[in-house]
């Protein structure tokens, strides 16, 4: 069969892979469509092994909420080129989909698959590195935001006692200006009764040698390591972090002067920070 320029082009459109290994795969499939198909991809999975070990410290977040579930998804790879390709940033979008479509929990064959042959199509080693999956009820809102062009992604999640109160402009505002808090600010905690015991500890012993060191009278030493650490507190937690949008108030105060004017109990609990290449 004479192998034309149509029917590379053809195989071209139908693969991605360049006119060349188009034309060689045709060549040797003696003008088999579907056998140069197989061809191509068997070329291209030979060439993913070998680019398997190629570092990937670029890459991009996505994030989806749908149907009752929010997901954030981190794909990586070589370049910040290929993070910004048009096909990169569409498979991210699918991944996202499919999570939320088929009930994902963790990575699997399925997912694997389809960055297996999105690599023999851009020729770059690639992976998808993580993801998260909240299932939500009708008390929950999740806000969203990626930063620029996908290095750092965040979602968030508020509750109400009134259902009906999350679908305020101003309830559903202030979730997404904790959404750029967060993003903003990149706090270590939800709020300071999560901070690690030790790591408390160890600040506590911190404060109070650097308090005596200043020859303060012992009985007022605990007063003035407290307020050491309730001020470390504002800075890595995130309710007590002073408010993206009016630094004179707290996440945590802003958030209950929202309730009363909304007559609902309103409550941060929840909030993930993806940045590409960091692991957190």
């Known amino acids: ?45 030979a060439a993913v092994a070998k680019r398997a070990g190629r570092a990937t410290n670029n890459g991009s977040v996505f994030t989806l909420v749908k149907q009752g579930k929010a997901v954030i998804l981190e794909m990586v790879c ?19 989909e499919d999570v939320i479509a088929n009930g994902y929990t963790e990575i699997v064959p399925e997912l694997e698959a389809k960055v297996q042959d999105l690599i023999t199509k851009i020729k770059e080693n690639m992976s998808l590195k993580r993801f998260v999956v909240w299932n939500l009820n009708e008390n929950q809102l999740v806000a969203e935001y990626v930063h620029g062009e996908g290095n750092l992604g965040v979602m968030v999640k508020l509750e109400a006692d009134k259902s ?29 009764s999560a901070v690690d015991k030790a790591y408390v500890k160890e600040q506590t012993e911190i404060f109070t040698a650097q308090t005596l ?23 890595i937690c995130f309710l007590q972090q002073p408010f993206v949008k009016d630094d004179s108030q707290s996440v945590e105060k802003v958030l209950a002067a929202l309730s009363k004017e909304v007559g609902a109990k309103l409550a941060l609990t929840d909030y993930i920070i993806y940045r590409v290449g960091v692991d957190e």
Do not use: W
């Open 78 to 96: 070589e370049t910040d080129f290929v993070a910004r390709n048009k096909d990169f940033v569409a498979l991210g979008s699918e991944l996202c």
């Open 213 to 235: 060191a200043l020859g303060k009278p012992e009985k007022v030493v605990p007063g003035i390591v407290q307020g050491k650490l309730n001020k470390h507190f504002s800075e």
């Open 164 to 192: 009906e109160v999350l679908s305020l402009d101003n309830v559903k505002e202030f979730a997404f200006d904790c959404a750029l808090h967060a993003a903003a600010f990149t706090p270590r905690y939800l709020t300071s």
């Open 1 to 45: 069969m004479a192998i034309t320029a149509d029917l590379v082009k053809k195989l071209r459109d139908a693969t991605g892979a360049g006119m060349m290994d188009c034309k060689k795969a045709l060549v040797k499939a003696e003008g088999d469509f579907a056998q140069a198909e197989k061809i191509l991809k068997e070329m291209g999975l």
